[in-house]
């Protein structure tokens, strides 16, 4: 179970756990308009097909979308029910949320959910939103998973316990998650302006509920609410990837079928807001953190004709570096950073804005400008440029994500949630037909003092009023709008190790750079690449402070040709996304491009690597993130936890890249970067000599190697490049309890340096094996005894960092959890490592580990970002994929003596260093 997090500096906000929904939808890639199967079973009815999708209704009520594609051998199946908090009653918030997590507990027939998930390898999650909540899994596609994911789904629906005694042990599981929330001012300030926001709707309301209501729930009113909602009539269930269609549809008849339609008639919700008559103000006071500024206006609903403008005007203000909040605030140093959330709810609406702020910055001044900006559009129309870039840029985003099946599996819920699975297409097309015209209408009706909320209250004169709140006909939005026609079939891929080393196309460039193009068949010809750069050696590289890691945040933000706006308008136009990772000698750039676009996307970033120019501008923006990000860390457990284990027994000095530094020194380096030492760095240890490229998906090879060859055939780098060693040095061990005041929520890190073996070692499949059982997995011995059985974790696990060079891997565990049960957390920790060294596990654990650890691995290696992060790793290490096949090899074969003897061998309890971060009062 997770929390899901907005894409924006608001953070994570919503509350989340792997849940269903009973509308049966699979993506297909079949041609528009396509006739649905040619016999569905006895108690089927095909309703409509769209782009691909096809929806088929049960006698019951389940809505059933189908919609295969064989281009990643994967298989997703998302359950979405039509119930989230917005449906909650007085004394009821949180329980949507918290029978989320309850439905994880079991049925009679299925006891162990999250053992049974582990054994078969698959990864599930669900989460709980205002208007829906769903359960869903994705994993290597198999016939076995898929008709037992089916039936659990079908299972759960109808047969979970939804006991008192689960009830109990969950308690404190929520209430840790409720303090994770608690201590995240970004979380708390969103909280408090919705609350403001809304007077009587229940979007004032967060998903995770209030403490006293989930503390008191009544498990007679949890069941009630359980059968209310969890029925086959409200619901949706989603299908997408890999898989027979015949089969599903008899193992979704066989499950869901026989379940009957209820005779319960669901409530009819109607509370709606007046339109606000004037600006609200709320302030919040903690310790911790830097200022922050959001401000909020009320919106049509999510499936509202004006909700493509309101989008687009996300982008327009909040985008970086061309929204207006970013020039405002950001480029004249008012604020460290801005974002922007238009969310789509089903009932009417909002529009966040948010400005980050460090330390030095003055909020009246930032507010000001802030409010200038947003509601200027009178004065200030919103330009045609502006439009059209917003239009590329969400319109980019929307195809990468239709292009991946496991995406769209799970992000068709948040369309459903509106009232119809078609509104994931109908937003796209009025999205790419929205006129300027509407754009400057909408914001103008909604972006008004009298309409928003913010940290402070000023009367006015001349009050106006943004149009009066309304729910929509849903059925009408769809008259006259026509369906693109859907994708063309993809062939299937084998994405075996045995399969992958055949496909893939290794060479190497004049500059030295080594390449690995694997050519295969994707949906919406998507290519995923990855291409890393190596410098320097241990001396060269010291005393280097900062320079290494903002030279390549700059990498994007300027060249000789182009400047940070049109880099960024350019990606857009390739359908390109970006990323650029720094690392001790090294910088990776990892992009999301397509099959018409590759080629110019690696001109581009050949240009961005041999021609930055450093915008002084750009690296104070940056340096003010920076600062800010580092003040923030200072209060937070798990900052202040991992640094300090960090930073205990670090046997390096100041400057050698192997230092771990203390929040100061951060600072300290920061602020001494210049743009003249990012130049010199740039100059002596850029090139492509010493690096390599990696790229799955569908791309001509010929055509990309010619690119590749272009961009960076002829650049040698001028200084030889060595891998900094990281051989074992003794760490004493400890106990450490790390104070950070007003903070709800605690970490606990424990950390054994120096295990003595590498991922190449005999001993590293039994040792990954031991580790899974002990904490890899949702039925492992740490997960089953603090989060299950005491119910004092949201989340906890152990983990191993495993060398690939040196034997010197690293065993290490963690717990999040209340401050006042520091003590429980600890005991149960030390006696569950203890349990395990003494007794072992046992052949049952283990035939299911190996399955749940094989099934894994596969799963990895068809997502295309991962294959291509992998070629690129075997490409440096000069190895192949025959390398993971004699893992999985190995694991397969492994006997019970082996796993145990593995974990006594190098599992040392009298080696840990054990920190804690929290507020505690012992």
Request: glycine share 6%.
């Amino acid at each position: 179970m997770t929390a899901e997090k907005l894409q924006s500096p608001f953070g994570r906000l919503r509350a989340a756990v792997v849940v269903s929904g009973l509308a049966l939808v699979a993506l297909c890639a079949t041609p528009a308009h396509a006739a649905p199967p040619a016999k569905l079973p006895p108690g089927m009815k095909a309703v409509t097909e769209v782009e691909g999708i096809q929806e088929i209704r049960l006698a019951n009520g389940l809505q059933l979308l189908l919609a295969p594609d064989d281009s990643k051998p994967t298989t997703t199946v998302n359950l979405t029910y039509h119930v989230g908090s917005r449906h909650e009653n007085y004394g009821e918030t949180g329980m949507a949320h918290l029978l989320e997590h309850l439905i994880f507990k079991g049925t009679p027939k299925n006891p162990a959910v999250w053992a049974e998930f582990s054994k078969r390898g698959l990864r599930a999650n669900g989460s709980t939103w205002f208007d829906r909540t769903n359960y869903f899994a994705s994993f290597a596609a198999n016939d076995d998973n898929l008709k037992w994911f089916l039936s659990w789904h079908a299972d759960a629906m109808v047969n979970s316990f939804i006991a008192k005694k689960d009830l109990d042990s969950e308690m404190t599981v929520v209430r840790n998650e409720m303090e994770m929330g608690e201590n995240d001012p970004q979380r708390i300030l969103y909280q408090r302006l919705l609350s403001a926001m809304f007077d009587w709707h229940n979007y004032a309301k967060d998903t995770i509920g209030a403490r006293a209501d989930v503390e008191n729930v009544d498990i007679g009113r949890l069941q009630a609410f359980y059968r209310q909602y969890y029925q086959p009539d409200n619901a949706t269930l989603i299908v997408s990837g890999k898989f027979d269609t015949a089969k599903v549809l008899t193992w979704v008849q066989q499950s869901f079928g026989a379940i009957p339609r209820p005779k319960r008639v669901l409530p009819r919700l109607y509370t709606l807001d007046p339109a606000q008559d004037g600006e609200r103000v709320i302030h919040v006071r903690r310790v911790g953190g830097t200022p922050l500024l959001y401000v909020g206006y009320h919106t049509p609903p999510g499936g509202h004709a004006d909700s493509a403008a309101l989008k687009m005007l996300e982008l327009i203000f909040g985008d970086a570096p061309a929204g207006r909040l970013h020039k405002r605030l950001v480029e004249t140093r008012l604020a460290s950073s801005v974002g922007a959330e238009s969310f789509s709810f089903h009932d009417p609406s909002a529009a966040l804005f948010v400005a980050v702020l460090g330390a030095e910055h003055d909020v009246d001044k930032a507010r000001d400008a802030m409010l200038g900006a947003l509601e200027s559009v009178a004065r200030e129309p919103i330009t045609a440029e502006e439009l059209e870039r917003a239009r590329a840029k969400w319109l980019k985003g929307w195809e990468q994500e239709f292009a991946n099946p496991e995406a769209v599996g799970v992000n068709l819920s948040e369309a459903i949630a509106l009232g119809d699975w078609r509104f994931f297409f109908l937003q796209r097309d009025r999205v790419a037909k929205v006129t300027l015209a509407d754009v400057q209408r909408v914001a103008e009706q909604n972006l008004l003092p009298s309409n928003r909320t913010l940290a402070r209250y000023e009367p006015t004169t001349e009050p106006r009023r943004a149009p009066a709140p309304a729910t929509i006909d849903v059925a009408a939005q769809f008259k006259g709008w026509t369906p693109s026609a859907a994708a063309a079939t993809v062939a299937a891929f084998d994405a075996t190790p045995s399969n992958i080393d055949a496909k893939t196309q290794k060479s190497q460039l004049a500059s030295g750079l080594k390449l690995a193009l694997l050519p295969k068949p994707t949906r919406g010809n998507a290519v995923r690449a990855t291409l890393v750069l190596r410098f320097g050696d241990e001396k060269s590289l010291a005393n280097q402070g900062d320079v290494p890691e903002m030279v390549a945040a700059m990498l994007d933000k300027g060249t000789a040709r182009l400047s940070r706006q049109q880099i960024q308008d350019r990606l857009d136009e390739l359908k390109t996304e970006l990323k650029i990772a720094p690392s001790n000698g090294a910088v990776t750039l990892a992009f999301a491009s397509r099959r018409d676009t590759l080629p110019q996307a690696i001109a581009l970033v050949g240009e961005l690597l041999r021609e930055p120019n450093f915008p002084p501008a750009v690296l104070e923006e940056l340096r003010a993130q920076g600062l800010t990000a580092i003040e923030q860390q200072r209060h937070e457990p798990e900052a202040v936890t991992e640094n300090a284990l960090a930073r205990h027994g670090n046997p390096y000095p100041r400057g050698d890249v192997r230092h771990a530094r203390s929040f100061d020194e951060q600072v300290a380096d920061l602020k001494a970067v210049t743009a003249d030492q990012l130049r010199a760095f740039h100059q002596r240890f850029y090139g492509a000599s010493y690096g390599e490229f990696a790229a799955t998906g569908d791309f001509d090879p010929a055509a990309v190697r010619q690119a590749l060859d272009a961009a960076l055939g002829n650049w040698r780098s001028t200084a030889t490049y060595a891998r900094v060693p990281e051989p074992a040095h003794p760490v004493p061990p400890t106990l450490m309890k790390l104070p950070t005041p007003d903070k709800q929520n605690a970490l606990m890190l424990a950390q054994q340096s120096g295990v003595p073996l590498n991922d190449l070692d005999a001993d590293y499949p039994a040792l990954m094996t031991a580790n899974f059982l002990l904490g890899g997995s949702g039925s492992s011995r740490l997960w089953v005894r603090i989060r299950e059985k005491d119910g004092l974790s949201y989340g906890t696990g152990s983990f191993v960092k495993w060398s690939q060079f040196e034997p010197n891997s690293s065993w290490g565990a963690y717990a999040i959890f209340a401050p006042q049960n520091r003590p429980k957390v600890e005991k149960a920790f030390r006696e569950e490592v203890a349990r395990a060294l003494k007794d072992g596990f046992t052949a049952a654990e283990l035939a299911e580990a190996k399955r749940g650890l094989i099934s894994r691995r596969s799963l990895a290696r068809a997502q295309d970002d991962q294959l291509a992060a992998s070629l690129a790793s075997n490409l440096y290490l000069g190895r192949d994929f025959a390398v993971s096949q004699r893992v999985d090899d190995a694991i397969a074969a492994l006997t019970l003596e082996q796993v145990n003897a593995a974990l006594r061998k190098y599992v040392k309890p009298d080696a840990f260093v054990l920190a804690f971060g929290g507020d505690f009062k012992e």
